[in-house]
């Protein structure tokens, strides 16, 4: 079964907090938010489709590439 986790978000009302980076991929205790996420699936999901924009596309497939431990990660 496939989850579908928004992944757009611009961070734009943390302003300089997030120091122009998306929003999933901001760091909280040495690990992105999309991280810790993608950390709390579980069964029955074996894949996930991040819905991106594009300034936070190449940043998440850098991140994650095509599986993070157990899933299969897709982007649109």
Same mark, same amino acid.
């Given at each position: 079964?496939?989850?579908?986790?928004?992944?757009?978000?611009?961070?734009?009302?943390?302003?300089?907090?997030? %120091?122009? +980076?998306?929003?999933?991929? /901001?760091?909280?205790?040495?690990?992105?938010?999309?991280?810790? =996420?993608?950390? *709390?699936? #579980?069964?029955?999901?074996?894949?996930?489709?991040?819905?991106? %924009?594009? +300034?936070?596309?190449?940043? /998440?497939?850098?991140?994650?590439?095509?599986?993070?431990?157990? =899933?299969?990660? *897709?982007? #649109?």
């Amino acid at each position: 079964m496939w989850c579908v986790i928004p992944a757009a978000g611009q961070a734009t009302r943390l302003g300089s907090l997030a %120091g122009g +980076r998306p929003k999933a991929l /901001l760091e909280i205790g040495h690990r992105t938010l999309i991280e810790h =996420l993608l950390d *709390r699936l #579980s069964a029955p999901f074996t894949g996930v489709c991040l819905v991106t %924009g594009e +300034r936070s596309l190449s940043g /998440l497939q850098s991140l994650l590439g095509s599986r993070y431990r157990q =899933l299969e990660i *897709r982007y #649109s």
